[in-house]
């Protein structure tokens, strides 16, 4: 990058870095179109199209992270960026986040990669002509980054970049409950209980019983206080894992990162409160696909600089500049 990444000064700490673009940042008004994309399964996915329609032109998949959507202030800031210089990008929604609880019992969870090959399938039909790449952060990193490990040279995609990704999910689920980080937790557990008790009082409204039935086989939603508490009662009995341990064991990117050939980039801070430093991936870890650059600052999709009057955000210059470069290159 011709500017490096300076975390912005009046921002010091990775929690005010973190908690700047949920709480602060005014959103990008965007004109978008949504596609619903029905899943093999009978559930639905919802996509949020963006930028222009062109055949040729290069499309950037766009995934958010944990209880996010695609209204996330930076997947919003990440397409009207993409949309300025020429390209035209769609945010996912994963299964229920779109504003309307799925139709199935079980939801989504970071190891749902399967979810992310039938859309990228989907979208390989719709603009077979157009450069394929996809971006995700967070849990959305994670999906992605096991899916590239997974399909290897068959990825269909020409690129990708992951953020603040939670490379080993049982370690990232014991780093969120210490110090502050359990505000975070606290979150995340209101809002994931909430994501099921919707999903209840739809098949309720609408006669479901069956899956109402497997919901509440689950056993009462009360008492869960952590990662463990969640994944361990709902995760992994809802999407055939054996317990939370198998579930971290077999959906954590750290395991597939060796077997990616799609050129990736991947963006973390040494300071993100949900990431141990010994969870982060050793250099003979990675394939020779993959470019991992780790900053000192930046907190959990934080990566705030400029001025408190003009803040900037380096994700979206970065990942825009590392697309486009690679974009040229295989042009060339």
């Known amino acids: 990058m011709k500017t490096p990444f300076k975390p912005a000064w009046w921002l010091p700490g990775p929690h005010l870095q973190t908690l700047w673009n949920p709480m602060c940042r005014q959103p990008a ?117 096991k899916y590239l490990g997974e399909t290897g040279a068959d990825s269909q995609l020409q690129g990708a970049a992951a953020v603040s990704v939670p490379f080993r999910l049982d370690q990232c689920a014991d780093r969120i409950g210490i110090g502050f980080s359990r505000v975070y937790q606290r979150r995340f557990m209101r809002e994931m209980i909430a994501y099921v008790k919707d999903k209840q009082r739809l098949f309720a409204h609408q006669g479901m019983t069956d899956r109402l039935s497997t919901l509440e086989k689950l056993g009462p939603l009360d008492g869960m206080r952590t990662f463990w508490d969640f994944d361990g009662r709902i995760t992994a009995p809802l999407h055939g894992y054996a317990d939370a341990e198998d579930y971290y064991r077999r959906a954590s990117s750290r395991y597939f990162l060796g077997q990616i050939e799609t050129p990736t980039l991947i963006i973390h801070a040494a300071d993100d409160p949900f990431v141990f430093p010994h969870s982060l991936p050793e250099a003979n870890e990675l394939s020779a696909s993959i470019t991992f650059e780790l900053h000192t600052h930046g907190g959990h999709v934080g990566f705030v600089e400029g001025s408190l009057s003009k803040p900037g955000y380096y994700l979206e210059r970065r990942i825009p500049e590392w697309l486009m470069r690679h974009r040229v290159n295989d042009s060339a």
């Open 29 to 145: 008004k965007l004109e978008r179109t949504r596609e619903r994309l029905w899943l093999e399964d009978g559930d639905f996915l919802d996509l949020d199209w963006h930028g222009p329609h062109e055949a040729s032109t290069p499309l950037v998949l766009v995934l958010h992270g944990l209880t996010g959507s695609s209204d996330s202030l930076y997947v919003l800031g990440l397409q009207q960026t993409l949309a300025a210089q020429g390209w035209a990008s769609v945010a996912l929604n994963w299964r229920g986040c779109s504003g309307e609880p799925n139709l199935l019992a079980r939801g989504y969870h970071s190891g749902a990669s399967e979810d992310l090959a039938e859309t990228v399938r989907h979208l390989r039909a719709q603009r077979p002509m157009a450069p394929l790449y996809a971006v995700g952060y967070s849990l959305g990193g994670n999906v992605l980054l």
